[in-house]
C-alpha cells in the first residue's frame, strides 16, 4: 500500500541545511494501522507532510497504491492529495460555517455535487462512530471529542488508500482519544481502512499494529504489537526510555 525507500529530507535555513529525514524505510500494508512515535523535532510531521504531497523531498520513493510520489507534478499531487489521502489533524479543522455532516461531506462538496451514496456513507460513518445525533449541528456546539470522530469520517468518505493523522488525540482527555482510537479501529475492522498516525501517546499507539520509532530522523525500531494492549505499551514506553538514554 505505502512504500517509502530511502527517504531524504532537508531543510534550507540561511546558509546551513539541516538534514530532517535520512534515509527512512518502511512499508504500512493494506489495513494496517501503524503509529510513528519519537521526540519532538525527530521528523514525524516533516515524514508525514512529505507522504501528504505537501512538502518536496531531496531524495527517496514514496509509493502509495502504485503511484510513485517522486516524480509528480503540482496538479497531480494536488490530486492524490484530494482523492486518495484522508486526512485528521491535532486541532480538528473543521469548517464552523458549516453543520456536521456538512463538514463530513466536504472532500466532496469540493470535487463534484455530493452524490446520494456519499450522503448515505457520511450517515453510516456518523453511527458508526457514535455522532449520528449531532450530524445538524456545528462545531462549536459539540466536544472536542465528537469534533474529532466527525474528523475521522470526513477522512473516510472518499473512501481514500491511506488516512494520516498527526497527533489526532493531542488535545483530548484520555477518554475522548479512546473513543477516537475506537474510530480509526473501527474503520480498521469494517473498511479494511489503512491508517498511518504521529502519536505522543503510549495509550493511543498501543492500539495500533505495530509502531515505528523515529530518532533524529532514522527509524530508531519498529515493534510488532504481539501481545495485550496493556503489555505492548509497556515495551514501548520501555524502548522509548532506553531510546533517550541512548543520547
Ligand atoms: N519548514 C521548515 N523549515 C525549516 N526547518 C523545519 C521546517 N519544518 C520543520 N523543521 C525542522 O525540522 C525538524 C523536524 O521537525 P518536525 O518534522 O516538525 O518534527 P516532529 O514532528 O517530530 O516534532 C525540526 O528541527 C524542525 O525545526
Ligand atoms: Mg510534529
Known amino acids: 500500500m505505502l512504500y517509502v525507500k530511502e527517504l531524504y529530507k532537508s531543510y534550507e535555513a540561511g546558509k546551513n541545511r539541516y538534514e530532517v529525514l535520512k534515509g527512512i524505510d518502511f512499508h504500512v500494508a493494506q489495513g494496517e494501522f501503524v503509529a510513528v512515535m519519537g521526540p519532538s523535532g525527530s521528523g514525524k510531521t516533516t515524514l508525514l507532510n512529505c507522504i501528504s504531497c505537501y512538502i518536496p523531498f531531496d531524495k527517496g520513493n514514496i509509493r502509495l497504491g502504485g503511484m510513485e510520489l517522486a516524480g ?59 455522532i449520528g445525533h449531532i450530524l445538524n449541528k456545528y462545531p462549536a456546539e459539540i466536544s472536542g471529542g465528537e469534533k474529532q470522530r466527525a474528523a475521522v469520517a470526513r477522512s473516510l468518505i472518499n473512501n481514500p488508500l491511506i ?39 503510549s495509550f493511543a499507539a498501543s492500539f495500533c499494529d505495530r509502531v515505528i520509532l523515529l530518532k533524529d530522523g532514522t527509524i530508531y525500531r519498529q515493534l510488532e504489537k504481539a501481545q495485550e494492549r496493556g503489555a505492548f505499551q509497556d515495551q514501548l514506553l520501555d524502548e522509548i526510555k532506553k531510546m533517550g538514554q541512548e543520547d
Do not use: C, W, Y
Request: glycine share 4%; charged share 25%; net charge negative.
Open 163 to 201: 488516512i494520516l493523522a498527526d497527533e489526532p488525540t493531542g488535545n483530548l482527555d484520555s477518554k475522548s482519544s479512546r473513543a477516537v482510537i475506537e474510530t480509526f479501529i473501527n474503520a480498521k475492522q469494517k473498511m479494511h481502512a489503512t491508517i498511518f498516525m504521529v502519536t505522543h501517546d
Open 72 to 130: 509528480m507534478n503540482e496538479e497531480e499531487l494536488a490530486r492524490v492529495r484530494n482523492t486518495k489521502i484522508g486526512f485528521v489533524f491535532q486541532d480538528f479543522m473543521l469548517l464552523d460555517g458549516l453543520t456536521i455532516r456538512e463538514n463530513v461531506l466536504v472532500p466532496r462538496i469540493v470535487q463534484e455535487e455530493v452524490p446520494a451514496e456519499a450522503e448515505k456513507l457520511a450517515d453510516q460513518l456518523a453511527s458508526m462512530f457514535g
